[in-house]
């Protein structure tokens, strides 16, 4: 006890020199049973980044600078979100009863299965890597944008967080060749993926009452992420309840904006279906689809249809060439363009230029 | 040093002294551990404990600025969550010890004010500044979305600043501690 006061310094330099070791690209471990938290060599290589030869030319993208200069640190470090490497699923009948009916959940419906992701997870980790379908499912909470995005082609890669935003909105990061991506944009900013357009896959947001009846087969993501997160509490506010503190339905962005005079055409957290076609951007206001079941519009040259599906409460858009006389079960078919549900101020801030259909 | 020494014999002949600064320096802690969210209040049916297998690689992952990975996690019935962040505990451990100092020069200061010429208001602007500081990092967030529409452009301002919240109340803490320690007239 003599020299008990001289024991602060051993944290003290324990601290920083932890603090001078800490690795925004450590290695994260990701599968967890009951006891103890297990790790495939899968993890141990992720959040590495390994500059790949990239089989992809570059091309011009004339946004590349005007983004790359609206750059904002979000307050946390590269990788300081994790984005989840290996998901676990359950069964929907293994957690039927686990979540409130009003809990939202972003369905994406691949080949094999459809999966299930909590917007309570994802909103602690906005990435989720689906190696073996070469997919990552995106989610922003700032900008309500879940999107999933096919890896660029050739590439054997996975997505992390950067840490940063671009109109409040995820700027991911590609982990074989570093470049950034910004989550709406999904384009390549920087090196060999600039000008890269990512393909997207239709993702949608859902009530838990009606996913876990539709998709009684699905797959649910569990909370066995590999990290301890009080998934019960959502950091930004909730859509479930409407009381207290809540950013996705009060006023007002935390971050910067590229375009400062914001439109009035909707509130700022008012959600938008965003369609891309080529260099053409529509806002379509999804309440008007549900209103007439079908619409029919066009983005540039290209026609399109839009069909309220009543049975996940969402709508889908589709490419559509034929006769105006169809049904939404006639067009699953066909082949969708590119879009997302998205807050009308991101979509905005990122293309003022849009046109939109209320 | 000297001066620390005198003050270390001092406070050792007032126990009550370092009795009342250990009690508030570690409830101090605990706090600063609960509003980091290591340790959470949820309903818990039966006691769990889970691990990393790669703590080594986990801990020293930083998540926001001086807020580390857990590298356990132990869930006590009825409602206790404990998770085990080996470098926030060290943090919790530097904090309590320089907010101990900081509230023995304090007490010292108000108690004995011919032994320690801090004025009163200065003695507790040195212990409890830094201290709000230091709570004020962890609940930042919240405070920054509840008032997101009255703060504006100003809001991604106090992100940037609230990352540097720790760092600036250890400083504060240290040099409140060798401004006390200055200003100690103890003769042994």
């Known amino acids: 006890m003599k020299h008990f006061h001289r024991l602060w310094v051993i944290p003290t330099v324990l601290i920083f020199l932890l603090a001078a070791c800490s690795s925004e690209e450590a290695p994260v471990s990701v599968e967890q049973t009951n006891e103890t938290i297990l790790t495939s060599d899968k993890e ?79 909103v602690w980790h906005e990435i989720v890597n689906l190696d073996e379908h070469g997919v990552a499912v995106t989610y922003c909470p700032l900008t309500g944008s879940c999107i999933t995005y096919e890896y660029p082609e050739g590439l054997d890669t996975t997505f992390g967080t950067s840490g940063k935003l671009i109109n409040s909105n995820l700027l991911m990061y590609d982990r074989a060749t570093d470049v950034q991506i910004s989550q709406i944009d999904g384009v390549g900013l920087e090196n060999d993926l600039t000008g890269y357009t990512l393909n997207t896959i239709p993702t949608f947001w859902a009530d838990w009452a009606d996913v876990r009846d ?10 066995e992420t590999g990290f301890f997160r009080d998934y019960n509490r959502d950091p930004y506010g909730s859509y479930t309840e409407e009381e207290g503190y809540n950013y996705y339905r009060n006023d007002g962005v935390i971050f910067p904006l590229m375009d400062v005079e914001q439109s009035a055409t909707f509130v700022d957290k008012h959600v938008v279906i965003g369609i891309k076609e080529g260099d053409e951007r529509l806002a379509l206001n ?11 519009f066009q983005v540039g040259d290209a026609k399109m249809v839009a069909a309220y599906d009543e049975t996940i409460d969402v709508v889908r858009v589709f490419y559509h060439e034929g006769e105006e006389t ?32 209320k | 040093m000297s001066r620390y020494r005198n ?16 009690t ?17 209040f949820s309903e818990v049916t039966g006691y769990k404990q889970l691990f990393v297998s790669n703590p080594l690689n986990i801990a020293v992952k930083m998540r926001a600025p001086f807020l580390w990975e857990a590298i356990a996690e132990f869930q006590v019935p009825p409602f206790f969550i404990i998770r085990l962040a080996p470098v926030n505990l060290l943090l919790m451990l530097l904090l309590i010890w320089l907010v101990y100092l900081n509230l023995s020069l304090f007490i010292t200061s108000v108690r004995f004010p011919r032994v320690c010429q801090l004025t009163r208001n200065k003695g507790r602007l040195a212990a409890l500044f830094p201290a709000l500081l230091t709570g004020f990092s962890c609940c930042a967030p919240t405070v920054i979305i509840m008032f997101v529409g009255v703060l504006g452009a100003f809001s991604s301002t106090l992100v940037l600043i609230f990352a540097w919240l720790i760092p600036i109340s250890i400083l504060l803490l240290v040099i409140g501690i060798v401004q006390g320690l200055t200003s100690l007239h103890l003769h042994y």
């Open chain 2, 7 to 22: 003050f270390k014999r001092f406070i050792k002949t007032h126990r009550e002294i370092h009795r009342m600064a250990k």
């Open chain 2, 24 to 40: 508030i320096a570690i409830l101090y802690g605990v706090l600063y551990y609960v509003s980091a969210g290591y340790i959470q």
């Open chain 1, 286 to 296: 999804p309440s008007l689809v549900k209103d007439e079941d079908i619409y029919y």
């Open chain 1, 326 to 357: 169809v049904s939404l079960e006639s067009l699953l078919d066909n082949k969708t363009p590119n879009y997302f549900e998205v807050m009308w101020f991101a979509w905005y801030a990122f293309y003022p230029d849009t046109e939109v259909i």
């Open chain 1, 44 to 122: 141990e290589a992720a959040g590495t980044v390994l500059i790949e030869s990239v089989p992809i030319e570059p091309v011009p993208y004339e946004r590349a600078d005007a983004l790359l200069d609206n750059i904002h640190s979000g307050g946390v470090p590269k990788d300081g979100i994790p984005s989840i490497d290996t998901p676990v699923y359950a069964k929907v009948a293994d957690v039927y009863d686990d979540y409130d009916l009003k809990a939202q959940f972003f369905v994406l419906e691949l080949e094999d299965a459809v999966y299930l992701y909590p917007q309570s997870i994802l």
């Open chain 1, 214 to 223: 539709v998709y009684s087969d699905g797959l649910v993501l569990t909370d």
